[in-house]
Nanobody, 120 residues
Framework: QVQYVESGGRSVQPGESLTLSCAAS????????MTWYRQPPGKEREIVAV????????VYRDTVKGRFIMSRDSDKNTVYLQMNSLNPEDTALYYC?????????????WGQGTQVTVSS
């Protein structure tokens, strides 16, 4: 059974750093591209970063380039999102998910997310 457990979110001040974790189970993260998403309050969910299946390439949304770093630990089946120089626009509920084929119902499964709040 596919499951994601996101953690690490909390309230921080602008300029601070956080590292989020997403522990996956029911599949191997080495077999799929992995994505970090976020949903800011009152807005649609958006893609933050996508790591290739091989783990050798990450694409970031423009607003986090140079500040966020996505990584993975295959032994722990966990992906991470290191977030630096946080600003209030980064406030959101953060999720991770594998890039399942469109026909795969496992693509409908989401974790509970982890809340990041950036405020002075």
């Amino acid at each position: 059974q596919v499951q994601y457990v996101e953690s690490g979110g909390r309230s921080v001040q602008p300029g601070e750093s956080l590292t989020l974790s997403c522990a996956a189970s029911g599949f191997s993260i080495d077999n799929y591209a992995m994505t970090w998403y976020r949903q800011p309050p009152g807005k649609e969910r958006e893609i933050v970063a996508v790591m290739s299946r091989a783990g050798d390439n990450v694409v970031y949304r423009d607003t986090v380039k140079g500040r966020f770093i996505m990584s993975r630990d295959s032994d722990k089946n966990t992906v991470y999102l290191q977030m630096n120089s946080l600003n209030p626009e980064d406030t959101a509920l953060y999720y991770c998910k594998a890039a399942w084929p469109k026909s795969d119902m496992r693509g409908n499964i989401w974790g509970q997310g982890t809340q990041v709040t950036v405020s002075s």
